[in-house]
């Protein structure tokens, strides 16, 4: 059984963004950790992700059989998300902060993640998640300087997300103020053995 990475690429700058080089870096490493890889790669770059509007919630609550042909490649490009979600072994992550948060359309992957009785569900002592937990790392690369402190509400979020549907097993790599003067080197050098430590824990 070959062991599957899935490889989220959010950064509005593809191959270039600090935070894919960063994440190909970390897989690269994990790979070569394991036997039999496989990646699945998806790059929001080149790949866009719909957010979810009245189209798509419409279209999960129509019954199967009264779907039209529109609704059904609606639910099916979502079950797509899901599906490579739960068949991966590992997730990396590449989540810059845009804006104080997430990037949008990393927002939207989540948003399509979140399926009531597929990927979590409510009972009387609140809500569980239905993924099987896996080793998720998620790089978090900005241009200032955030860790720690309560502007930081971007790894918040994430970790409550992926909490949220059964996701415990994060590491956080971060390379922050890239965009300061004369920093970025230091950073990277830094999130390099963030890298090397997030994937001795494998
Ligand atoms: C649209 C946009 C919004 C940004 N917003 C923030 C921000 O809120 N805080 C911050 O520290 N850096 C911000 N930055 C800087 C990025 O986080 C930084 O350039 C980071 O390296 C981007 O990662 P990437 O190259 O993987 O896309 C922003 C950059 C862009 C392009």
Same mark, same amino acid.
């Given at each position: 059984?070959?062991?599957?990475?899935?490889?989220?690429?959010? !950064?509005?700058?593809?191959?270039?963004?600090?935070?894919?080089?960063?994440?190909?870096?970390?897989?690269?490493?994990? !790979?070569?950790?394991?036997?039999?890889?496989?990646?699945?790669?998806?790059?929001?770059? @080149?790949?866009?992700?719909?957010?979810?509007?009245?189209?798509?919630?419409?279209?999960?609550?129509?019954? +199967?059989?009264?779907?039209?042909? +529109?609704?059904?490649?609606?639910?099916?490009? !979502?079950?797509?998300?899901?599906?490579?979600?739960?068949?991966?072994?590992?997730?990396?992550?590449?989540?810059?902060?845009?804006?104080?948060?997430?990037?949008?359309?990393?927002?939207?992957?989540?948003?399509?993640?979140?399926?009531? *009785?597929?990927?979590?569900?409510?009972?009387?002592?609140?809500?569980?998640?239905?993924?099987?937990?896996?080793?998720?790392?998620?790089? @978090? @690369?900005? *241009? *200032?300087?955030?860790?720690?402190? !309560?502007?930081?509400?971007?790894?918040?979020?994430?970790?409550?997300?992926?909490?949220?549907?059964?996701?415990?097993?994060?590491?956080?790599?971060?390379?922050?103020?890239?965009?300061?003067?004369?920093?970025?080197?230091?950073?990277?050098?830094?999130?390099?053995?963030?890298?090397?430590?997030?994937?001795?824990?494998?």
């Amino acid at each position: 059984m070959a062991n599957k990475i899935l490889r989220i690429n959010s !950064s509005l700058f593809g191959n270039n963004g600090a935070s894919t080089q960063i994440i190909d870096n970390l897989v690269e490493q994990l !790979s070569a950790k394991l036997t039999h890889v496989e990646v699945i790669t998806r790059d929001f770059s @080149t790949q866009a992700i719909p957010h979810v509007d009245g189209e798509w919630i419409g279209a999960l609550m129509t019954p +199967e059989q009264d779907k039209s042909d +529109e609704q059904i490649a609606k639910t099916q490009f !979502s079950d797509k998300l899901i599906a490579e979600v739960k068949e991966a072994d590992y997730l990396v992550i590449a989540a810059p902060m845009y804006n104080f948060n997430v990037p949008s359309m990393l927002k939207a992957w989540f948003d399509h993640l979140a399926r009531a *009785g597929v990927t979590f569900k409510y009972t009387e002592n609140g809500p569980v998640g239905l993924m099987a937990d896996k080793p998720v790392f998620v790089v @978090t @690369t900005r *241009g *200032g300087m955030h860790k720690d402190t !309560s502007r930081d509400t971007e790894v918040q979020f994430i970790r409550t997300f992926l909490n949220f549907i059964g996701l415990t097993q994060i590491e956080f790599i971060y390379a922050e103020g890239l965009n300061m003067q004369d920093n970025k080197e230091k950073a990277l050098v830094e999130a390099e053995q963030q890298v090397k430590q997030a994937v001795a824990t494998v």
